[in-house]
């Protein structure tokens, strides 16, 4: 055998036993298979359900382009190294990821336009109108829900209108607590923050109640939920230090977040203009707390969240070091820009109209870029937009193999900032 013979050989072998990479989704999105060295694998599906989305397109840079199959993949060959990819389909925001060094992605997609469920909860506080009433001030009682995980989901947040049918008062005639508000769909624990208001308006909070496993219908009502009075061992008030506020905000806050299961999350705000007690972890059924502390400037300004996670006790608790504010934002419609953030793991910038909730354009910066280019394949619509950028930070993240679903309880920090264009 000749050595051109067995060169050949050799390369014939190494063709078909090496290297090869097969399709593969990542649950919830995210990238696998480090390395761009001939194909690559791009799977499209909707954020919230996982589900594929076929015929959707993706762009790998400009030139190469097709659509997705009926498993939401579109495979492409002969690339190497890291590359930027678009994903575009009707009634989701269209998304564009950056710096992608892995053969197997996946892009979730948010839908717009979604029905988020919503309902009615009614019932009392068990005992409300025995609370003794101090002399100059009236009992007072302010009434929510937990939120789910989805942060999108505005019904987390709901305005009750005026006067709002979740607050009780009892000035000292004995009147009972019979409540009513909206709120989300789902599963969920009610709670009440107790207190007394004196005739400036002033308030100070005392104590809760609460009642869990509460199931709302989307359109249904649920009634006769009856809130049980926390006993003063029930809970505490934490005594938080907090540090200062990165450049770029102004002012610093904290609350405490229990994970409640099936019932979502609760946040406490435990340090700022309001402060209310922390139940025990074991009364709403939580493993441990989470600190989150955060730093905000004006109205659709900058803004930093720093959570600690795994906390046994918040008797007394310190918020660390927030990370800086995104720099630098510019853009001319075609081109956007900005400075990194050091101790960001990755970058996310979005595009919305003035107004919108919906995001028209969002991109992921996962190679340390900090200046972005329209792909050909977005159109933004015209007027004025505003231009935002989240620089997120998760220890110890591999940007070449990571899924979404596995790094979401492992942010650290985050920050963000935006600025208004018109195009």
Same mark, same amino acid.
């Given at each position: 055998m000749t050595l051109d013979t067995r060169l050949t050989l050799l390369l014939v072998l190494a063709a078909a036993c090496g290297g090869g990479v097969d399709p593969e989704m990542v649950p919830g999105g995210g990238i696998s298979d480090p390395g761009i060295d001939g194909d690559l694998y791009v799977y499209v599906i909707d954020e919230d359900s996982d589900e594929p989305l076929a015929d959707a397109e993706v762009w790998i840079g400009d030139d190469v382009h097709g659509m997705t199959d009926a498993e939401g993949l579109f495979a492409a060959s002969d690339l190497d190294g890291?590359?930027?990819?678009?994903a575009i389909i009707s009634g989701y925001t269209s998304a564009t990821w950056v710096g992608v060094d892995g053969a197997n992605v996946t892009i979730p997609l948010k839908a717009k336009d979604i029905d988020y469920g919503q309902?009615? &909860?009614?019932?009392?506080i068990e005992g409300f109108e025995d609370i003794p009433v101090p002399a100059g001030r009236a009992n007072i009682a302010f009434v929510g829900f937990s939120q789910n995980r989805d942060d999108d989901d505005p019904n987390n947040d709901i305005d009750q209108g005026e006067p709002a049918p979740n607050v009780c008062f009892n000035a000292g005639a004995g009147d009972p607590c019979e409540w009513t508000m909206r709120t989300r769909s789902g599963q969920m624990?009610? &709670?009440?923050?107790?207190?007394?208001?004196?005739?400036?308006?002033?308030?100070?909070?005392?104590?809760?109640?609460?009642?869990?496993? &509460?199931?709302?219908?989307?359109?249904?009502i649920t009634d006769d939920v009856n809130l049980t009075i926390a006993e003063d061992g029930e809970f505490t008030w934490p005594d938080v230090s907090l540090p200062s506020a990165p450049d770029g905000t102004e002012q610093v806050s904290a609350a405490i977040r229990l994970d409640l299961g099936d019932?979502?999350?609760?946040?406490?705000?435990?340090?700022?203009?309001?402060? &209310?007690?922390?139940?025990?972890?074991?009364?709403?059924?939580?493993?441990?707390?989470?600190?989150i502390g955060f730093a905000a400037g004006p109205a659709d300004g900058a803004t930093s969240v720093r959570i600690d996670r795994g906390l046994e006790s918040v008797d007394e608790v310190s918020v660390?070091?927030?990370?800086?504010?995104?720099?630098?934002l510019s853009t001319d419609g075609a081109t956007f820009s900005f400075d990194a953030v050091g101790g960001a793991s990755i970058h996310i910038g979005t595009v919305k109209e003035i107004g919108e909730t919906e995001a028209a354009w969002g991109v992921a910066v996962f190679d340390g870029s900090t200046e972005v280019s329209l792909p050909s394949a977005i159109t933004l619509p015209d007027g004025e937009l505003r231009f935002a950028v989240q620089a997120i930070e998760v220890p110890d993240l591999d940007v070449q193999d990571f899924a979404i679903d596995d790094i979401e309880d492992e942010v650290s920090r985050a920050s963000g900032d935006s600025v208004t264009f018109t195009r």
């Open positions: 890291p590359q930027t990819i678009t309902g009615r &909860v009614s019932g009392t624990t009610v &709670v009440a923050y107790l207190g007394t208001m004196d005739a400036d308006q002033n308030i100070e909070i005392t104590g809760f109640a609460y009642q869990s496993g &509460v199931t709302v219908e989307d359109g249904g019932d979502g999350r609760l946040l406490l705000p435990v340090a700022g203009a309001l402060e &209310v007690p922390v139940p025990d972890r074991g009364l709403l059924g939580a493993d441990s707390y989470e600190l660390g070091t927030f990370l800086s504010v995104p720099g630098g």
